[in-house]
């Protein structure tokens, strides 16, 4: 059976943006601001149950599609029409509410970073040790 990407008229690096911009909007409703919306988006347990329910919804849009993937009367835009029914019940009804909070309350780990680079050559020019101080 063909993949999604195929049965969509899309290339694979299309609908992996498509995807993860789905993410990303379905965690900005979830969440009250950018920050949450960010430590959301990069929470991996949220991520594996985001991706798991979208797998259900495709394998409804592969089974809905089965009988028509080669119709000729089936045009793009209706796979595509289709594959968003089937996964908008994603969007709009699910909302794990402890998987969220548990996002929201993880703290960034921030750490210093420290470079040194002892000897530098610039075009030829030996420069002297720099010490560099990210924050």
Request: hydrophobic fraction near 40%; include cysteine; charged fraction near 25%.
């Given at each position: 059976?063909?993949?999604?990407?195929?049965?969509?008229?899309?290339?694979?690096?299309?609908?992996?943006?498509?995807?993860?911009?789905?993410?990303?909007?379905?965690?900005?409703?979830?969440?009250?601001?950018?920050?949450?919306?960010?430590?959301?988006?990069?929470?991996?347990?949220?991520?594996?149950?985001?991706?798991?329910?979208?797998?259900?919804?495709?394998?409804?849009?592969?089974?809905?599609?089965?009988?028509?993937?080669?119709?000729?009367?089936?045009?793009?835009?209706?796979?595509?029409?289709?594959?968003?029914?089937?996964?908008?019940?994603?969007?709009?009804?699910?909302?794990?509410?402890?998987?969220?909070?548990?996002?929201?309350?993880?703290?960034?780990?921030?750490k210093d970073l420290n470079m040194s680079v002892f000897c530098v050559a610039v075009r030829?020019?030996k420069l002297d040790s720099i010490i560099l101080r990210l924050?």
């Amino acid at each position: 059976m063909n993949t999604i990407n195929e049965i969509l008229g899309i290339t694979a690096e299309q609908f992996e943006l498509d995807r993860f911009n789905a993410y990303w909007k379905w965690c900005e409703k979830l969440t009250a601001n950018n920050w949450d919306a960010q430590k959301v988006v990069a929470y991996p347990p949220l991520s594996r149950y985001y991706n798991a329910e979208i797998a259900k919804c495709e394998a409804e849009f592969r089974e809905r599609m089965k009988n028509y993937q080669d119709s000729k009367t089936v045009t793009v835009m209706d796979r595509k029409r289709l594959y968003e029914r089937c996964t908008e019940i994603v969007h709009q009804t699910c909302r794990p509410i402890p998987l969220i909070n548990e996002a929201i309350r993880s703290q960034t780990v921030s750490k210093d970073l420290n470079m040194s680079v002892f000897c530098v050559a610039v075009r030829g020019v030996k420069l002297d040790s720099i010490i560099l101080r990210l924050n």
